[in-house]
């Protein structure tokens, strides 16, 4: 079983629409979630980094982690063609990161 | 930009080869880490560096290797090369290598087995 799980995609949404990504992870040790946004031929930056459970809300982006049912969650308000990425949910874990697969968003203007 | 410096960008070459990543690190980073990203199994953990000492290692292949050096910079040696090695190599930097502490990717190295 892979550590954390996350539908490929890919999304399409209009300008303007709310982005609802999610991921489920496998290990309740688990204790620092992030999600990363990788564009185009760049490699992955930092979007959003939480630890244990609850909500963490930055401009448009909105982490939240339910550590109950093992499950990370992003929203993006306000959705802009510049969001249009791939989003990568990881956890941390003993200096390992574990990535899921990535959702594959477009923004369509 | 990330700080993270990866040379080369691309890379082309035939099976059975062996090839070396370099990767410079952020200012002031003593961890290094190496991923690689590829269609079918995403981003793959391979192994982290603290300040020169192998501090974990994840799905390494034996027939990779790497080594960070006392100026902190990183190489990440592939050898016998197989078509299957073709993705993208990702080397990532933090602080500190403790649990809290973010990476910071670089724009990686594409290889191609031909």
């Known amino acids: 079983q892979k550590e954390v799980e996350q539908d490929p995609g890919p999304l399409s949404v209009p300008e303007g629409a709310i982005v609802s990504l999610n991921c489920t992870y496998s290990?309740?040790?688990?204790?620092?979630f992030m999600w990363y946004r990788q564009y185009s031929r760049k490699g992955p930056e930092l979007l959003m980094y939480?630890?244990?459970?609850g909500n963490k809300e930055d401009g448009r982006f909105t982490a939240q982690v339910d550590k109950s049912s093992k499950y990370i969650s992003l929203f993006i308000r306000d959705s802009q063609p510049s969001d249009s990425a791939t989003y990568l949910c990881?956890?941390?874990?003993?200096?390992?990161?574990?990535f899921g697969a990535g959702t594959t968003v477009t923004v369509r203007a | 930009d990330s700080g993270v410096t990866q040379t080369p960008k691309h890379l082309i070459t035939a099976t059975g080869q062996r090839v070396t990543l370099r990767c410079s690190p952020r200012?002031?980073?003593?961890?290094v880490y190496w991923y690689q990203q590829s269609l079918d199994q995403g981003l793959q953990f391979l192994i982290q560096?603290?300040?020169?000492?192998?501090?974990a290692k994840g799905n390494i292949l034996e027939r990779f290797s790497a080594q960070q050096f006392p100026d902190l910079h990183s190489e990440l040696n592939l050898s016998s090369l197989e078509l299957g090695d073709s993705a993208l190599y990702f080397c990532?930097?933090?602080?500190?290598?403790?649990?809290?502490?973010?990476?910071?990717f670089g724009n990686g190295t594409r290889l191609t087995v031909t």
């Open positions: 990532a930097s933090s602080v500190e290598g403790q649990v809290d502490s973010p990476l910071h």
């Open positions: 290990n309740s040790a688990f204790q620092y």
């Open positions: 939480t630890y244990s459970s």
């Open positions: 990881a956890t941390l874990n003993d200096y390992k990161l574990s």
């Open positions: 200012s002031g980073d003593l961890s």
């Open positions: 560096y603290y300040n020169g000492e192998e501090r």
